[in-house]
């Protein structure tokens, strides 16, 4: 195995074990998301690839899927973690814009964006995006920083000498937009994120 599969993953585990000690469990947030997901079929899209977090546990479920983000240079350490863990076959990646998505309309059954919301420049037309892409009997599933969570990462960004950027539209100004577009939705809430799951 290359050498740089090998140490990215090592960062990886190490982040992990990093946010742990400030009472935050990735994994087990992202099984909780997949949890309230469910079911999950059809053509699946995930929007806001990142570094991979949702995308390894969404492979280790057995999807096969489309992960998307505008950082070429972050969906590399996705890229390479699904390497170690042999399941780079089952995602397509792609650039991509959220706030302009290159997909033809009502392309796809899911669509996923998990903490990607508070890092959209204009999310209510990243939702209009979403809302387009997203099959007529599609869902939408969008989880994000609670109250709580935003506390817990702006202290690990502290700790780590930055700080966390994030707009200003929650989860909750999310839903009342989608409601607007005549969608109907559901809200779960976790220790550390929220969801919402809309559909028509």
Same mark, same amino acid.
């Given at each position: 195995?290359?050498? &740089?599969v090998l140490e990215n993953y090592k &960062? $990886?585990? #190490? ?6 000690? =400030?009472? $935050? %469990?990735?994994?087990?947030? &992202? @099984? ?20 991979? $977090?949702?995308?390894? #546990?969404?492979?280790?479920?057995? *999807?096969?899927?489309?992960?998307? %983000? ?13 390497? $170690?863990?042999? +399941? ?7 650039? %991509? @814009?959220?706030?302009? +998505?290159?997909f033809k309309n009502e392309s796809f059954?899911v669509i996923f964006a998990i903490n990607?919301?508070?890092? =959209? ?6 939702? %209009? #995006? ?15 920083? @609670? ?14 000498? &930055?700080?966390?950027?994030?707009? #200003? ?7 009342? *937009? ?23």
């Amino acid at each position: 195995m290359e050498a &740089r599969v090998l140490e990215n993953y090592k &960062r $990886y585990l #190490e982040r992990v074990n990093f946010c742990k000690n =400030f009472g $935050y %469990d990735i994994e087990q947030e &992202r @099984n909780f998301i997949l949890k309230e997901s469910k079911p999950i079929k059809g053509n699946i899209l995930e929007i806001g690839t990142g570094k991979g $977090y949702f995308t390894i #546990e969404l492979a280790k479920e057995g *999807y096969s899927f489309t992960s998307v %983000d505008i950082s070429e240079k972050e969906q590399e350490f996705a890229m390479l973690n699904l390497a $170690y863990l042999g +399941l780079e076959k089952q995602v397509n990646f792609k650039i %991509d @814009n959220a706030e302009d +998505l290159s997909f033809k309309n009502e392309s796809f059954d899911v669509i996923f964006a998990i903490n990607a919301i508070h890092h =959209f420049t204009s999310p209510f037309k990243a939702m %209009d #995006e979403f809302i387009r892409v997203a099959k007529l009997k599609g869902k939408i599933i969008l989880s994000d920083f @609670n109250e709580e969570g935003m506390k817990m990462i702006g202290k690990i960004h502290l700790s780590e000498g &930055r700080k966390h950027e994030a707009g #200003e539209v929650n989860l909750s100004q999310i839903d009342n *937009y989608l409601k607007g577009k005549e969608l109907n939705t559901q809200i779960h809430k976790g220790g550390f994120e929220d969801i919402v799951i809309a559909f028509r």
